[in-house]
């Protein structure tokens, strides 16, 4: 559409001149100030991610560890009788809890946070339930990615080396 303007504008008056013709969109997102922000959004989304990173490994290892502390209790039920299907469901319910406490946590932190923060925010409700719920599944699928393995691991035990182990 600039085009068209400038030739409608050269149709006025072929003496007026049209220079760096440019929508108010482009010549904003020009600016210093819109990289800089821009720049800041992006460095806070690097972190996001890395804390994104460091918390499934953490809770990998929290969750590795705790099955590491009752592979003779898992080799006691997989001897007994217990399928793999009932020893991942109780591993991944120990991780569920662990996601469920920490999410309940979060969410309600959050929410508090943000009503004490609603004259600084802009542009956003101070209870934006979008990306509170989005921010949840994320979580919540982020932790059922963390505690598969240490589950996979307790249901391939074999119950005559777990109870040798000790």
Known sequence: MLPALVEALHGLDANLVASQEA????????????LLHRLAAWLVGGFAVIALVLGVVGLYGVIAYAVSQRTREI?????LGARRSSVYR???GQAGRLTAIGLAIGLAGSVGVSMLMRAMLFGV???????????A?????ASTAASYLPARRA????????????
């Not at 108010?24 to 997102?29: C, E, F, G, T, V």
């Not at 339930?129 to 921010?135: I, K």
Request: net charge neutral; charged share 15%; hydrophobic share 55%.
């Open 137 to 141: 599944v994320l979580l919540a699928l």
């Open 23 to 34: 929508t108010m969109s482009a010549r904003i997102d020009g600016t210093q100030a819109a």
């Open 125 to 135: 409700k101070a209870w934006d339930a979008y990306n509170l719920c989005g921010v």
């Open 90 to 92: 109780l591993v991944m």
């Open 155 to 166: 249901a391939s035990v074999n119950p005559t080396d777990a109870l040798r182990a000790e």
């Open 75 to 79: 080799g006691v039920r997989m001897a």
